[in-house]
């Protein structure tokens, strides 16, 4: 209640049994006939194309499990041509795409020759529009692509550390509004290779269910004891808490040397937004360290683009390891972490990734310095300010009409990330194959990167979309909605008479 400046509004509505039912009952059909192909490929019966041992090394060890590719072979591969689609344009509110076809049911592709121009891209995660080709921030990276090329061909510890790097490190701190930063050329990286760094064995690492692959695998690495606790549930994260200050350390009892809360600013699948006042509250009262994975939320959130910090009126300071990628918001490549100016110094020369890695591309560098002067109106323009109210204002509107349509619409009320049910695996290609017919770029996702039966589409706003596009995009999923029959919700909102783009979205907030 008191802790949150603003309404903090998120809806998971529950599958419908029959919608499951049906669901289980379709996943169930795939795996009897995908055994019966099995079964009539090792009878040489039906061509096999997928990877295999080599017949000279059938005595040996297996080098991976073919059972593994099981779903690979039999699933995924019948609707494999809603991935992976070249895009041969930038990728901004419409791109273009290389047409292909296959001949042998989507194990190869083949180009065409011909180009699919104009499709309206719902799949990028260009949130403030500065994927483009045209511009000020296009003009700069040519001129600093001029002047300093494209490779440095060095670590940044050798002789790869340019100006532009500390350029970029000094403005993303103020930006953040921390002590210090430091700069990575893998967003991926950031968390895999830095996590190690901080914990070790003898630490506790409490971790969101829902957390990325690229968190989950830096906790791997460090060695840490994982607990996990149960999404965006505050009473579970006090629960594990507790008791790790009770109990400590299995066996000795002895107290955990550190205990670190992973959790993210927007969930990239579920839409949902970390609840980040509580989080803090239980970090404070059981003096434990927060990591915060930003990588969705920079720039996509807070009435200054300043992620989830902002959105809730926060102090940066109580966030112990803030996160971010470049990747996303700003249009280029990389990611960052910052904090007090102890904990980046202690990275630049304890971190894999910092250590090892080659720096950041000149290029690369600078888009980010100049869309994030930008955000900050350091450019002498309001253009980042306008970018950020309109992404909330499309936000806003897009969650609202979906679920006028009657779609069942997961996440906050405030994340660009929209996830759309579609439930059945049939209808997961069936969606991504009727949007594209109609000029339409989507993302559809299914199991294992969401739970069975809970398949989805993925719908990502940017600011760059205009009420034109949004409306048009709009059209075509209720039409394909009514065609695969995805209107499920049992909460259909009625249609406000409200104006569609509400200026108020950010009232609340200081400027």
Not at 112 to 140: K, P
Not at 337 to 352: F, Q, T
Not at 445 to 466: K, Y
Request: glycine residues 8%; proline residues 4%.
């Amino acid at each position: 209640g008191s802790l949150y400046r603003r309404p903090f509004i998120e809806s998971y509505e529950e599958t419908p049994l029959l919608v499951a039912v049906l669901t289980y009952v379709g996943y169930g059909i795939l795996t009897v006939f995908g055994y019966l192909r099995d079964f009539l490929r090792h009878w040489k019966i039906e061509r096999c194309h997928a990877a295999r041992e080599r017949e000279e090394q059938k005595d040996f060890v297996p080098l991976y499990q073919d059972f593994e590719n099981f779903y690979t072979r039999n699933l995924y591969m019948r609707i494999r041509d809603n991935w992976n689609r070249p895009v041969c344009s930038v990728p901004g509110p419409r791109m273009d795409l290389m047409q292909r076809q296959s001949r042998d049911y989507n194990w190869t592709f083949e180009y065409t020759g011909q180009v699919t121009r104009g499709v309206i891209n719902l799949g990028s995660y260009n949130y403030l529009g500065f994927a483009e080709n045209t511009g000020r921030c296009a003009d700069a990276v040519a001129k600093v692509t001029v002047e300093y090329g494209v490779g440095v061909a060095s670590t940044r510890q050798e002789i790869g550390n340019l100006d532009k790097h500390e350029e970029l490190e000094k403005l993303t701190a103020r930006f953040l509004g921390v002590e210090s930063a430091m700069a990575f050329g893998m967003g991926f990286a950031t968390n895999s290779m830095n996590i190690p760094a901080l914990v070790g064995k003898g630490c506790l690492i409490l971790s969101d269910e829902l957390n990325h692959a690229s968190l989950v695998l830096g906790a791997r690495l460090s060695g840490a004891t994982i607990r996990v606790f149960k999404h965006n549930n505050m009473q579970n994260l006090e629960k594990l808490l507790r008791e790790a200050v009770v109990y400590g350390q299995p066996r000795t009892h002895r107290p955990w040397k550190k205990i670190l809360i992973v959790v993210e600013g927007i969930y990239s699948m579920e839409g949902s937004i970390v609840r980040l006042p509580e989080v803090i509250a239980l970090k404070k009262r059981y003096r434990a360290y927060l990591y915060l994975d930003e990588a969705h939320s920079i720039g996509a959130l807070g009435s200054r683009g300043r992620g989830a910090v902002d959105h809730f009126g926060l102090e940066p300071s109580d966030v112990d390891v803030m996160m971010g990628t470049f990747t996303k918001s700003f249009g280029a490549a990389g990611g960052y972490i910052a904090g007090k100016k102890e904990l980046i110094e202690y990275l630049r020369s304890h971190s894999h990734s910092a250590v090892y890695a080659t720096s950041m591309s000149p290029p690369v560098v600078e888009q980010i310095i100049t869309s994030m002067k930008c955000v900050m109106g350091e450019d002498g323009t309001t253009i980042g300010r306008e970018r950020i109210r309109r992404l909330a204002e499309n936000t806003v509107y897009f969650r609202k009409r979906l679920r006028e349509m009657g779609f069942t619409i997961y996440g906050n009320q405030d994340s660009p990330v929209i996830p759309m049910m579609l439930y059945m695996p049939a209808k997961i290609g069936a969606f991504g194959r009727e949007m594209l017919k109609r000029n339409m770029g989507v993302v559809v996702v299914g199991f294992p990167a969401t739970p069975i039966i809970e398949s989805r589409v993925r719908f990502c706003i940017s600011a760059a979309h205009t009420k034109q596009i949004l409306d048009q995009a709009l059209s075509v999923i209720s039409e394909v909605g009514d065609l695969l029959q995805l209107k499920y919700s049992r909460h259909r909102m009625q249609p406000s008479p409200t104006r569609p783009f509400d200026g108020s979205v950010y009232e609340d907030i200081d400027h």
